[in-house]
């Protein structure tokens, strides 16, 4: 198994191997509307994180799917990082995961069993991790080795934190640093060493579980997770869905060091600067901002972390709750107005 390199078989890793957002947008654009039953709380329509569907007064169903290729090259961390990153999308809708159904696609003329039986003992221990059954799935066998989850979780409707219900005044708080996309272009160059490798397994195997406790203070107005699009991305879903302008501040941004530095020396992922063309018309860089910075920016982060927008009233508390619950690194990066959606950096 140590001969196997997962990273070798992958085009792109991690949330870095999503469609660009643009061309995203044009496929859905042409794709055409199913029935919307009365029931069904959240759709595509605001690029949430999740379907809800409202089951009774005091429960509605979460469902997600979320699968990538190879971000890493051991097949144990690969399983651990795509299932963290499935089952924050219940925890970015203020819900708490249920159960799990495995998503499996592996070239088995290129991978023993072992490895694959790796990748799937990966997944499983997150799962026991966030306290929900594997209960089914679906294989097939492909050319590039990909993996995920289908979530399902249950949350309070009245508990259900979209990107459409921002609201203009709240600040901006961002759950874990960023730079994992850096990281994983310094991965695949074998430029990584250990110490960087660990903040990277730290990070993305970090579940979001205190979703559910945002969701339950009052102010706590919208939630996403900051994935493949990066964080100038996932915050102009907020943006748009809500239709505000956010102003953030870069020196707040929390960032791992590693990536930093990386990223000061012009390494970055492919999908920065598909990201940028895709919706960099909507972004205000100072004049003299440097490359580095956009490249963070825009860097796709796999298993990112929370970006919630609160009434600043209980941005302290909020903070509380990412703190207690080990995101030490949580911090208010900027905040809403009215206007229209754009992201402002300064």
Not at 90 to 96: F, S
Not at 283 to 296: K, S
Request: hydrophobic residues 45%; negative net charge; glycine residues 12%.
């Amino acid at each position: 198994m140590e001969e196997v390199r997962l990273t070798r078989f992958s085009h792109g890793g991690g949330c870095g191997c999503k469609i660009a957002p643009g061309i995203l947008a044009d496929i859905l654009a042409r794709a055409p509307q199913g029935l919307i039953p009365p029931e069904l709380m959240v759709g595509i329509e605001t690029s949430d994180d999740a379907a809800v569907y409202r089951l009774n007064e005091t429960q509605a169903l979460i469902a997600t799917t979320d699968f990538f290729t190879p971000i890493v090259d051991d097949p144990y961390d690969f399983g651990r990082i795509a299932a963290t990153n499935a089952i924050s999308d219940v925890y970015a809708m203020g819900g708490t995961p249920i159960m799990a159904l495995a998503i499996v696609g592996m070239p088995l003329d290129k991978l023993p069993p072992e490895v694959i039986g790796k990748v799937l003992e990966g997944g499983a221990s997150i799962c026991r991790e966030a306290g929900i059954p594997i209960a089914g799935g679906h294989s097939i066998d492909v050319l590039e080795p990909i993996y995920g989850l289908v979530a399902l979780g249950l949350v309070d409707p009245g508990k259900v934190r979209r990107n459409a219900d921002a609201q203009a005044g709240d600040a901006l708080i961002l759950g874990k640093p960023l730079g994992v996309g850096v990281l994983s272009a310094a991965l695949k160059k074998e430029r990584l060493d250990a110490a960087g490798y660990a903040e990277m397994i730290r990070y993305t195997t970090q579940l979001n579980r205190v979703g559910p406790l945002l969701a339950a203070l009052d102010g706590v107005h919208a939630i996403t997770d900051v994935t493949g699009f990066g964080l100038a991305g996932h915050l102009l879903e907020i943006c748009r869905g809500s239709q505000l302008a956010a102003m953030i501040e870069f020196p707040r941004i929390p960032r791992i060091a590693a990536a930093e530095v990386f990223a000061r020396e012009g390494l970055r992922t492919g999908a920065s600067p598909r990201n940028w063309k895709a919706y960099g018309q909507d972004v205000r860089l100072p004049v003299d901002c440097p490359d580095w910075q956009q490249t963070l920016l825009t860097d796709p982060q796999t298993s990112g972390g929370l970006l919630v927008s609160c009434a600043p009233s209980v941005a302290d508390a909020a903070l509380r709750v990412f703190h207690d619950n080990g995101f030490e690194v949580a911090s208010v990066i900027g905040h809403l107005v009215n206007g229209a959606p754009e992201l402002s950096v300064s």
